[in-house]
């Protein structure tokens, strides 16, 4: 029987490779995928291109950010006066970048594994509305919430929170815990709570499932989360152009946004390159955790170690 099963395949396959060729870039279903490829690489080009010209140009030994005037690293240390390095101006934004990126990961992501525990374990009549509300500032407009972020700085919180770093920062925690929830919560649903379950039935604490258990398994959510809220905090515009206040707390977007008007010389296009460089390094490092604990097992046997030294 298999025998005149692969005979009948065989047939039929040389039957399908004498059909007229013009049948076959449409009807072949093991045909390369042409069509989407094309579009895939239309769309990385077209989003990419301006980016590389932007990199390029920072590299420009001229003044000039649309006409190539040879290689040189003069906008980045070599000159005296404009460089990224000698301008106080954009070594202040840079500064002021990273500060405020680190702040927001070391502020919001313990608050939003937090968030993620309670509304996950919650269960009463009031958890589903909860559950929406937390996530209201990840789908709220950006402007409206830096504009309602203003509002509530200026006036209400005035007398305690001037508008500053401090400012910016809680600003950046608002939408910020709405990513680390959301990332951390898809974690928690997916891997249940039998092993907490069992922490318990072998005498663990709550306090000991959770350092030696959870924690452990919500790990690589936590590591993406922290590095989306550090890309997205040093890459924020709109939030901290209401929120800075004035110019000793500017950040690199808005040197950017106040520059580009001007007439800017290609020390503005490194400040940008580096400010992509920190966004990549961030997403790069948080893949690289991963992956590694992904060689190593990932948290599945770490948590099954744990509950064998608990019993």
């Known amino acids: 029987m298999t025998s005149l099963t692969a005979v009948d395949a065989a047939n039929a396959a040389q039957a399908f490779q004498t059909r007229p060729s013009r049948l076959r870039p449409w009807r ?8 989407l490829s094309s579009i895939t690489w239309i769309y990385i080009v077209w989003s990419l291109l301006p980016v590389a010209i932007a990199v390029q140009f920072s590299f420009n030994a001229g003044r000039s950010r649309s ?27 840079m500064r002021n970048t990273l500060v405020l990126g680190i702040g927001t990961v070391l502020v919001s992501v313990p608050i939003g594994v937090l968030l993620a525990l309670g509304l996950t374990r919650w269960r009463s009549k009031a958890s589903a509305a909860s559950n929406g509300i937390s996530l209201v500032p990840l789908v709220t407009p950006e402007i409206v919430l830096g504009s309602a972020l203003y509002l509530v700085f200026s006036t209400m919180y005035s ?14 925690v608002t939408f910020s815990i709405s990513y680390i929830l959301v990332i951390v919560r898809s974690r928690l649903l997916s891997i249940g709570g039998e092993f907490e379950m069992a922490a318990r039935d072998l005498g663990a604490t709550s306090i000991q499932a959770l350092r030696t258990i959870l924690l452990p398994l919500l790990m690589p959510a936590i590591v993406a989360g922290a590095a989306i809220t550090f890309a997205g905090s040093i890459d924020d515009f ?19 946004y106040s520059a580009v008007r001007a007439a800017p010389t290609p020390a503005l ?11 990549t390094l961030a997403l790069l490092a948080a893949y690289a955790v991963l992956r590694g604990r992904r060689r190593g097992g990932g948290g599945g046997e770490q948590a099954l170690s744990a509950l064998a030294s608990i019993e």
Do not use: C
């Open 238 to 256: 709109v939030v901290s152009q209401f929120l800075y206040g004035n110019a000793e707390n500017i950040t690199v977007p808005i040197k950017l």
């Open 269 to 279: 296009n490194a400040l940008a390159t580096m400010l992509l460089v920190g966004s």
């Open 67 to 93: 006409v190539w005037q040879g290689f040189s690293f003069r906008w980045y240390w070599q000159d005296p006066y404009s460089s990224l390095l000698t301008d106080p101006s954009l070594r202040l934004a």
């Open 28 to 35: 072949n279903p093991w045909r390369k995928p042409w069509f």
């Open 159 to 172: 007398p305690f929170i001037a508008l500053g770093m401090g400012a910016m920062l809680l600003g950046h």
